[in-house]
């Protein structure tokens, strides 16, 4: 499941991003780390390995994928909590695929600034420890600054893992894998009880990103994982005029992955785990697949429970799946931007957002008449999130040098819920004909 390896020598490293309060959560002094410690942040000395897992890539199943541009360093214990230090762009590994191995400075600080917007917004998410400028190009369309990215996972672990491990027909090897799975993440249960749980973590967060408008851009099996975390931020956006057809990613031709197919997606992706932990599940395999089916079917109740429940809380506690759809459908025929709805309903009257006065008036009145906390609306509709143009406009100006378009951008999605004097951009929606032709990439 693993391949000992090092990181690829960085020439010139020069630090553009500590997450320094994460730095001492792990125990780790952010003085050491912007001085004798910077080679730490890119794997200088350090033999770690390189992890082997399989995927489902835009449906098509491929049997060996694993880290090819990345390391698990090993793991920190912080306070009895357990996390893995990973590396991202630290070089050709065993597993790379016709790459160099490398990253550019814009990925690495986009993962950076929309997974610490995630932390602030309370999804459960990978962390951003560091980025590293290496000094060396990286070769995309065009010559770029290479960077390396230093993430914190509560594990690496992924459905992937799974396919990988059942794909080598070792039934003892599967059976390490999820035995290490579960003491790790959830100790004690059994492994159709280990898989539930997943069930459950991912229900929980796929309806947190559905409430905040988050796409993923790329659910393959090798991006879920085990432990309820995003990860991967490639070609991932925030949603801007409510649709559910919206697609960012430029790989994403078919819109497999588009906002409102996300949690079918998720369900999808748990039945490619239920298949590789079968022979775990049961000896007789109609037994193990009538006791996967089950548990795989508890998802869509699991998921519309916690996105309704999300939904009211939006709403300020009230308001049944009427209310929310008749709403929802509303934001879609006026191309109404998701994030400054919720906002101007929270902190003002959100009717000038809507073409379409007299329904947008109707909506309201039987909204209020409900009697809405607003202030309890207030801790879960978000004054900021990574506005898709101010997140390029950043990572154009760190890639020509500038950092202070990046730092301010993260400065105001650290705190999303807390309106603020002189951040009023930062609440803004883009221009429209910047919406309409906005494409990500995943960077490799």
Aim: charged share 20%; net charge negative.
């Amino acid at each position: 499941m693993a391949v000992a390896w090092e990181a690829a020598e960085v020439p010139s490293p020069a630090l553009l991003a500590l997450n320094e309060p994460l730095a001492r959560e792990l125990g780790l002094d952010p003085a050491w780390l912007r001085g004798d410690g910077l080679g730490f942040l890119v794997g200088s000395g350090v033999r770690g390995v390189a992890q082997a897992y399989a995927g489902h890539q835009f449906g098509g199943y491929s049997p060996r994928l694993g880290d090819g541009r990345a390391l698990l360093l090993g793991e920190i214990d912080a306070g009895g909590q357990v996390r893995d230090l990973h590396l991202k762009g630290s070089g050709r590994t065993p597993f790379a695929r016709g790459g160099d191995g490398l990253a550019a400075v814009g990925p690495m600080l986009r993962e950076y600034v929309i997974s610490e917007a995630m932390y602030a917004l309370g999804v459960p998410t990978t962390r951003s420890l560091a980025v590293v400028a290496t000094g060396a190009t990286v070769h995309r369309e065009t010559p770029l600054p290479g960077a390396v990215l230093a993430r914190v996972a509560a594990s690496h672990l992924r459905v992937g893992s799974f396919q990988y491990a059942r794909n080598t027909g070792d039934l003892d090897l599967l059976r390490r894998l999820a035995d290490h799975a579960i003491a790790r993440h959830y100790p004690g249960l059994d492994y159709l009880e280990f898989y539930r749980a997943v069930v459950r973590k991912q229900a929980a967060l796929i309806a947190q990103w559905m409430h905040i408008g988050f796409i993923h851009g790329v659910m393959n099996t090798d991006n879920m994982t085990i432990s309820g975390e995003t990860i991967d931020y490639g070609p991932c956006a925030f949603m801007e005029a409510y649709d559910p057809a919206t697609v960012y990613s430029s790989i994403d031709h078919c819109g497999r992955y588009a906002y409102g197919n996300q949690p079918g997606i998720g369900q999808w992706n748990l039945a490619r785990l239920a298949e590789a932990l079968l022979p775990l599940f049961d000896a007789d395999e109609d037994q193990a697949v009538k006791k996967a089916v089950a548990v795989l079917e508890e998802f869509e109740g699991l998921y519309l429970a916690a996105w309704h429940e999300g939904m009211r809380a939006k709403l300020g506690g009230v308001g049944d799946e009427q209310l929310v759809q008749d709403l929802l459908k509303l934001l879609h025929e006026n191309h109404v931007d998701y994030t400054s709805f919720f906002h101007h309903l929270t902190r003002g009257n959100p009717r000038d957002l809507v073409l379409d006065l007299a329904g947008a008036d109707e909506w309201l009145a039987r909204w209020r008449e409900l009697g809405p906390d607003t202030a309890a609306m207030a801790e879960v509709n978000p004054v900021y999130v990574p506005r898709n143009h101010l997140v390029e406009e950043a990572l154009a100006a760190a890639t020509g040098g500038d950092l202070g378009p990046f730092e301010r951008l993260l400065d105001a999605v650290r705190r999303p819920y807390e309106q603020r004097e002189g951040l009023d951009h930062y609440a803004e929606p883009a221009p429209r004909d910047f919406s309409e032709s906005y494409r990500t990439f995943c960077g490799t």
